[in-house]
């Protein structure tokens, strides 16, 4: 299925994609964070074309875990070594937004702010010191992410909490792809689009730890709730390793895509405006 949080009649709805690019609602009680936790979807419900589906943030994340570092072609372009384990930060649930909202820069706090497009992987079940052999088995789905990044912060601090973690810096979406519909994720492409500019072209069989790997990993030390996030890392492409160095300002538009997903589309806009 593809699962998607939408307004329509001035309200937020569960969308189910049907065929022909049509979409039907779910009841109006039933949100995808009780999906997400394995309730049904109904059969039936109003069909919607895609001209009246306006998909906003499909759920709020409770944990969004991340991880740098986890391409190959990445770790060769920054010249970094490879690391021994996941290479593991957070980023705060506040930060996420949806498709079409707004990634919002205060040029007070950062002047160098990075896109990174991302596989995420959607965890449906709670998890402690799974095995990897198993892992998959509690994944619900997947999207599409920016691990948006501001790098003057990050390389202030040391950590990564305040350049990963501002308002806005996580959009997600546009919908949510349960897991029986994506073969491989491990074979999907990965691309970016900064005003129409293609900046990243990758694909996840570059990542270091696969989705099995990171899931095993993070739930030995933390668990794992449904409904929570993992990105998976991006590939090679972002502007802060460009010659010269590229940053997003008010005005630009970024899309990310991941093959089988869809596309995510923000605008930047400077706070306050």
């Known amino acids: 299925m593809r699962l998607s949080t939408i307004v329509h009649d001035g309200r937020r709805a569960l969308a189910v994609a049907g065929p022909e690019d049509t979409w039907r609602l779910a009841p109006g009680h ?4 009780d999906v997400i936790a394995g309730a049904p979807v109904p059969a039936g419900g109003e069909s919607l074309t895609a001209d009246e589906v306006a998909p906003v943030l499909p759920h709020r994340p409770g ?3 991340g991880i ?3 391409y190959l072609d990445t770790i060769a372009e920054m010249g970094w070594p490879r690391p021994e384990a996941p290479y593991l930060f957070t980023k705060l649930s506040s930060s ?6 707004a990634i919002v820069i205060d040029a007070a706090v950062t002047r160098r702010v990075d896109w990174e497009t991302e596989l995420a992987v959607v965890i449906g079940a709670e998890a402690r010191d799974i095995p990897e052999d198993s892992a998959l088995d509690v994944v619900f789905g997947y999207t599409v992410a920016n691990d948006i990044s501001a790098r003057d912060l990050q390389a202030d601090d040391g950590q990564w909490v305040r350049g990963k973690g501002l308002d806005t ?6 919908v949510v792809v349960t897991a029986d519909e994506i073969e ?16 990243q072209d990758g694909t996840t069989a570059d990542m270091l730890f696969g989705v099995r790997s990171l899931i095993a990993y993070l739930s030995r ?10 990105l998976t890392g991006t590939p090679s492409g972002c502007g802060d390793f460009m010659d010269p160095p590229r940053a ?3 005005g630009d538009t970024v899309v990310s895509e991941v093959e089988g997903i869809g596309r995510l589309v923000n605008p930047v806009r400077a706070a306050g405006e």
């Open 30 to 33: 039933l949100r995808l964070e």
């Open 63 to 65: 944990t969004i875990f």
């Open 68 to 70: 740098g570092l986890n």
């Open 96 to 101: 996420a937004i949806g498709t079409g909202e």
């Open 169 to 174: 810096f996580c959009p997600l979406g546009p």
């Open 184 to 199: 491989d994720p491990h074979r999907l492409a990965v691309r970016t689009w900064v005003n129409g500019e293609q900046v």
């Open 221 to 230: 030390f933390f668990t794992l709730r449904s409904g929570d996030v993992i």
């Open 248 to 250: 997003l300002r008010p």
